[in-house]
C-alpha cells in the first residue's frame, strides 16, 4: 500500500491570519484588533486552530475562542462565569454555569482596557490552580 504525501501543516498564527484576511470586512478587522488586544494583554498567550476553524486563545488553560459568523464576532470565554466583569463586556451566554461571551455587531467598539483586564484575569484564574468546574 502507498502511503499518502501530507501537507505541511500551517502554525496556528498563519492560519489565523488568513481567516482574518479571507472574511475581508467588519468581522475580519473585529478579529484582529480583539486578537491584538489579547496578545498585548498576555504576551505570553498561546494561539491554536481547533474545531475545524476556531481561533483559540491559551495559557495554562483556555482563555478564549474568536468566532466569526454573519452579523457577529464571538469571543467566547471558557471560565468566563467565575471572572469579575465590571464593565459588563459579556453580553452573550449569560445562563451557563462556566462559559460567558461577548458578541460584538458591526460599528461596535469594545472598551480596550476593560477587555485587556478581562483576559488578565483569565489569565490569572488559569494560572491561579484553582479547580476548574466537575462535569455534572
Known amino acids: 500500500m502507498k502511503s499518502q504525501k501530507k501537507e505541511p501543516v500551517k502554525p496556528a498564527s498563519k492560519l489565523i491570519d488568513e481567516r482574518i484576511a479571507e472574511l475581508g ?4 478587522d473585529t478579529l484582529a484588533r480583539m486578537r491584538d488586544l489579547i496578545k498585548k494583554a498576555d504576551p505570553d498567550v498561546v494561539e491554536e486552530w481547533k474545531w ?3 481561533p ?8 478564549c ?3 466569526s459568523y454573519k452579523s457577529i464576532v464571538k469571543l467566547t470565554f471558557f471560565r468566563g462565569a467565575a471572572l469579575k ?5 459579556f453580553n452573550s451566554s449569560l445562563d451557563g454555569n462556566v462559559r460567558r461571551a461577548i458578541d460584538i455587531h458591526e460599528g461596535e467598539k469594545i472598551d480596550a482596557n476593560a477587555f485587556k483586564a478581562l483576559i488578565r484575569a483569565a489569565v490569572a484564574l488559569n494560572t491561579s490552580g484553582a479547580k476548574k468546574p466537575t462535569k455534572r
Do not use: M, S, V
Request: proline share 4%; glycine share 22%.
Open 65 to 67: 475562542t474568536g468566532e
Open 52 to 54: 475545524r476553524g476556531t
Open 25 to 28: 470586512d467588519w468581522r475580519g
Open 85 to 89: 466583569d465590571p464593565a459588563k463586556l
Open 56 to 63: 483559540t486563545f491559551y495559557h495554562d488553560g483556555g482563555i
